[in-house]
């Protein structure tokens, strides 16, 4: 059996697999170097197979890290493939961007105990990126078409693996999505060095194939109503993610001074998937750039910046590198590509000449004693203003909820902060039939816990519909 690898643990850890800094800011393919197999196997075996499985503890999907880790030290991929893809609709897409540090290669015995953790992302991404090159990941053909239909409004990584799952159960699945592509943040948000954009398209690809029914350029609220949706349907899932970003308010800030972080990011991906370059959209080439925030996507904004020549890229963030919200991967992969990091700063105006930004005034902060609540303040110190040169200012401070009910409908309950309100441990929203899952009910998360709310949404749809079918019958 593959658990027999004394010593298997020492083999050095792949995670500085990357291309070096200096060549990948030329492009925006991914930057992690696939793993041939012999290296894949090597990895895999590291597993110690502790017998305390902390990993899948640690893993919002609950992936049975230590058995496909197994199998695929034993070089039996496919079987690895049904592990791995039997608790995840998206197995290629969480292992390239979950923040592992922070989740299941954290709690790695091996990290546990000072040993560099098994890479467990990168092996998951490879074993599934081997069953699409083999052709495992086939279109999927249900056991029998139930003759009943679920609206999924949103296509992001909560409506796609709904869909996945309706779809399996035999349900016909439309979903609608205000955008042009499907995909949500993987498409939109996420850049191509993180994420490239044909493995979101190969995904998509396959839920049409299976049958699922993509409505694009569909805003719902505007082209077609909820009630149109309920009318429609069986029962609707709304998967719409957060997307009202915050904006700073300082003197100076005029309505055209600064870009949004998505408007930068969208530019970029759209050209990432093919489209031409619009003109008219925001680019960092030859600029001074200086972004605001210090969360994944500042993190994705600056080193999008370096990839398309700006002159300078400085990230401005209020706290220091151990308060900031983005995972220290992708600060350490930001500042090997030369993004200057001004921590413990803030802004504090926008400074013009004639109709043009040339500079963020910004003061330094302290932290200051914890409070009762465990957390630290900041304040600004006295006389400790700096000015940046700027003349591309992105702000990336982060999303809130937009007015669902307004948008939507009156009696869908809102949460204290305007995410959806459901019922406890479920995805039930305050109208009847009308389901919801993902960023639009936690509030900004990880595509991971997106992922498991899709899937555990659709099951609670099933069981729903079920019932409904057999108090018909009865
Ligand atoms: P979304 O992915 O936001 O999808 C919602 C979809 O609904 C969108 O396609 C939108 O167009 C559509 N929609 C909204 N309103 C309507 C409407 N009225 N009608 C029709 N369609 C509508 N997470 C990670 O785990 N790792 C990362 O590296 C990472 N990087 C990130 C980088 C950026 C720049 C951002 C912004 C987020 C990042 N995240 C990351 C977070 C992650 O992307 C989200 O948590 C996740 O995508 C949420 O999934 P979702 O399906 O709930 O919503
Ligand atoms: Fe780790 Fe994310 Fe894969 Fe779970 S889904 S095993 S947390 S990379």
């Given at each position: ?16 697999e990357?291309?070096?800094?200096e ?41 049975n890290?230590p ?25 290629e ?32 991404a ?24 679920v ?7 909560a ?88 904006t ?11 870009v ?25 080439a ?24 700006a ?80 003349d ?71 069981r729903?519909?079920?019932?409904r079918?057999e108090?018909?019958?009865?």
């Amino acid at each position: 059996g593959g658990r027999s690898n004394p010593g298997g643990f020492l083999i050095e850890q792949r995670r500085l697999e990357k291309q070096p800094a200096e060549q990948r800011v030329r492009a925006f393919t991914e930057i992690t170097l696939k793993p041939t197999a012999e290296r894949g196997t090597a990895q895999a075996s590291r597993c110690t197979d502790c017998g305390v499985p902390f990993c899948q503890n640690a893993c919002p999907l609950q992936n049975n890290i230590p058995d496909w880790l197994a199998l695929s030290a034993d070089g039996d991929l496919r079987e690895a493939w049904r592990v791995a893809s039997a608790t995840s609709t998206m197995p290629e897409i969480c292992g390239r961007i979950c923040p592992q540090d922070r989740l299941c290669e954290g709690a790695c015995t091996l990290q546990q105990s000072g040993w560099d953790g098994v890479t467990i992302g990168s092996v998951e991404a490879w074993i599934a990126d081997a069953a699409f090159d083999n052709g495992w990941v086939e279109p999927i053909r249900p056991l029998a078409e139930r003759g009943q239909s679920v609206a999924v409004v949103g296509s992001g990584p909560a409506g796609l693996a709904a869909a996945d799952r309706l779809r399996s159960e035999g349900y016909a699945v439309v979903v609608y999505d205000r955008h042009d592509r499907a995909g949500g943040l993987l498409t939109y948000g996420i850049p191509g060095f993180k994420l490239e954009k044909r493995i979101v398209q190969r995904r998509v690809d396959r839920l049409i194939e299976s049958g699922v029914e993509f409505a694009l350029n569909t805003n719902v609220g505007v082209d077609v109503t909820m009630d149109e949706l309920r009318a429609r349907h069986d029962a609707v899932l709304l998967a719409m993610g957060v997307y009202q970003a915050r904006t700073l308010s300082v003197p100076g800030r005029g309505p055209n001074d600064t870009v949004a972080a998505l408007d930068f990011l969208i530019a970029q991906n759209r050209v990432d998937c093919g489209d031409a370059a619009d003109a008219s959209a925001p680019h960092a080439a030859g600029r001074d750039v200086v972004v605001v925030g210090g969360g994944d996507t500042a993190m994705d904004c600056v080193r999008t910046a370096v990839r398309q020549g700006a002159n300078s890229v400085v990230c401005l963030y209020r706290r220091d590198r151990d308060n900031m919200p983005g995972s220290a991967r992708e600060v350490q992969n930001a500042e090997e590509e030369g993004v200057r990091f001004e921590w413990l700063g803030a802004p504090k105006a926008l400074m013009s000449k004639g109709e043009a930004v040339v500079a963020v005034r910004a003061h330094r902060m302290a932290l200051t004693e914890a409070a009762p609540s465990g957390r630290r303040d900041i304040a600004p110190l006295a006389g400790s203003d700096f000015d940046l040169p700027a003349d591309l200012v992105i702000e990336a401070l982060g999303f809130e909820p937009e007015a669902f009910a307004e948008q939507l409908d009156a009696g869908l309950g809102l949460t204290k902060w305007n995410t959806l309100q459901v019922a406890r441990g479920g995805f039930a929203t305050t109208l009847p039939g009308v389901f919801a899952a993902g960023d639009a009910v936690r509030g900004a998360s990880l595509v991971v816990w997106a992922v498991r709310d899709g899937q555990d949404a659709a099951a609670e749809i099933d069981r729903y519909l079920r019932a409904r079918t057999e108090e018909a019958a009865a």
